[in-house]
């Protein structure tokens, strides 16, 4: 049926879009139309599958077993024959799983990922009932509930304008972002084909697989879509729709709010032009960005970002007359709490083409979202504020919200949402940590953030003999704890400098 779906897409004409006066209608003609095509060529079947059953197993194999099952009795030479076909297919299958596993590692996340499923280590559970103020909550009212509970973080913030920009009609301004901001079909056909086929599909239930497959097919009409949204500065309203879908931060779950990470599945077409926007975006202040931050960068990574931190402590504690104290800071839902008027400031004052910033307005403004739960969802409802995690974009945009944390402190270390503060000491030198604190907190002040005191985490890095006694520090009357180690993005810190490679990649 690819065969048949593919010459189907080969021989469609897709040059009625350019016809279409807008990208909403040409992103709604292009899904409708291919949408109908994939139900035709790809029909949804009904298939059994058992928690034990191994991750290789697929429908071929277990018809076999079926087939074998039923030969058994009633005749053994078939019964031999299809328990022979069965094993070399299994051990086919089971042979392609583990080498393409070993094969797509390419990096140190991926890699301790599937050792993890590889090793058979236990996965969290799903979210299926939380208890709120001693009540029980199940099905649609419990994806009712944390919704609610997510978007109540944003209920203060205040949204964006929803009236769309003028769209420029004159000719030359046309012209002109036209030839900087084109896309051709052969950018769409790289960006569709590095899209991971197993990708989930968010709202607009287009299969990635599909996406990536057929490429080359869908490149002229995705791009003819692309260029309309950037040329009229329109996110179709279909985009800016989000499933999100509630990750456990903890294994048992006592608080919506603190145990509950949202993870937004966004709609898979719209990926590709985000990262068009994103490699815009990033061409224009990578001059800017600060120098200490080791996320979303590209050739940089938390490797990076580890070693320049390891380096600092190990420099400064090889001296025997100084110690540092290291403040792992955890912002109050970072990404959640993202003021929009305030970003597009910093947007602004960072020199980002209008253009661009009138896109990723319309990407921000009008946002819905709804709990899934397994088949359970909630209604959708609007977003004033923050940006969607799952997104390209999110990293990018939480980067240039936080640029200008900390520029007038050296020693400091941002990867995305993680940030480390130290501060070097000498023997009998007080301590000036509170200080750079209430300047940390001003700058969230200022930019309607918050610190979490209760997950930030002090850490002190002392060979002396007898180790200082320094003040703790304070966050909104709260001391901040001192531990003996503690979580960095990769692995576990602890105050003797012996860190502990973790067995799975850490992500908060």
Not at 309 to 336: E, I, W
Not at 366 to 374: A, D, N
Request: hydrophobic share 40%.
């Amino acid at each position: 049926m690819k065969s048949c779906f593919g010459r189907w897409l080969a021989s469609t004409d897709w040059s009625f879009l350019e016809t279409l006066s807008n990208c909403t209608e040409k992103l709604a003609a292009f899904q409708s139309l291919l949408n109908f095509a994939i139900e035709i060529f790809f029909p949804l079947r009904k298939i059994k599958q058992h928690p034990t059953d191994r991750p290789w197993i697929t429908p071929e194999l277990k018809s076999l077993i079926q087939q074998r099952q039923q030969a058994m009795a009633k005749d053994p030479p078939v019964y031999k024959k299809l328990r022979n076909k069965v094993n070399r297919l299994n051990n086919s299958l089971r042979s392609s799983f583990f080498a393409n596993k070993v094969k797509n590692c390419d990096n140190v996340a991926s890699w301790w990922k599937s050792i993890k499923q590889l090793g058979g280590l236990p996965k969290k559970l799903p979210v299926s009932n939380v208890f709120v103020s001693g009540k029980e909550f199940h099905s649609t009212e419990l994806a009712t509930k944390i919704n609610e509970s997510f978007l109540c973080i944003t209920n203060s913030l205040p949204p964006l304008n929803s009236q769309l920009e003028n769209v420029e009609t004159d000719p030359a301004v046309v012209n002109e972002i036209i030839s900087k901001y084109h896309i051709s079909p052969e950018d769409v056909f790289t960006k569709l084909s590095n899209l991971k086929r197993t990708k989930a599909s968010g709202p607009d239930n287009l299969p990635s697989w599909v996406l990536n497959e057929f490429a080359m097919e869908l490149s002229s009409p995705v791009a003819e879509i692309f260029n309309a949204s950037i040329q009229e500065r329109v996110v179709p309203v279909s985009w800016k729709v989000a499933d999100v879908i509630p990750i456990r931060k903890t294994d048992k779950v006592k608080e919506i709010e603190n145990d509950l990470r949202p993870i937004s599945l966004t709609p898979i077409l719209s990926k590709p032009l985000e990262h068009f926007v994103a490699e815009w975006i990033m061409s224009q202040i990578r001059h800017l960005v600060d120098r200490k931050q080791f996320g979303s960068l590209a050739g940089l990574s938390t490797t990076h970002a580890l070693l320049s931190f390891f380096h600092h402590l190990y420099g400064t504690t090889d001296q025997s007359d100084q110690c540092v104290r290291v403040l792992l800071l955890d912002f109050s839902k970072a990404f959640d709490k993202i003021d929009h008027h305030i970003l597009i400031k910093k947007m602004e004052e960072m020199a980002i083409d209008p253009v661009l910033i009138a896109w990723v307005k319309q990407f921000l403004t009008g946002r819905k979202q709804r709990v899934k739960i397994g088949k359970y969802t909630s209604s959708f409802e609007p977003v004033n504020g923050g940006v969607p995690q799952g997104t390209v974009l999110g990293p990018i945009l939480f980067m240039i919200m936080t640029n200008d944390l900390l520029v007038d402190w050296d020693d400091r270390w941002k990867y995305v949402d993680d940030s480390s503060v130290s501060e070097t000491l000498s023997r009998n030198q007080d301590s000036n940590f509170q200080t750079i604190l209430e300047g940390i907190t001003q700058w969230c002040a200022r930019n309607n953030m918050s610190l979490n005191p209760r997950k930030c985490k002090e850490i002190l890095v002392c060979f002396w003999k007898n180790n200082p006694n320094f003040p703790p520090m304070i966050v909104d009357e709260q001391p901040i704890e001192v531990v003996k180690s503690a979580k960095l993005p990769g692995l576990i810190f602890k105050d003797d400098q012996n860190e502990k490679i973790r067995k799975t990649p850490l992500h908060a």
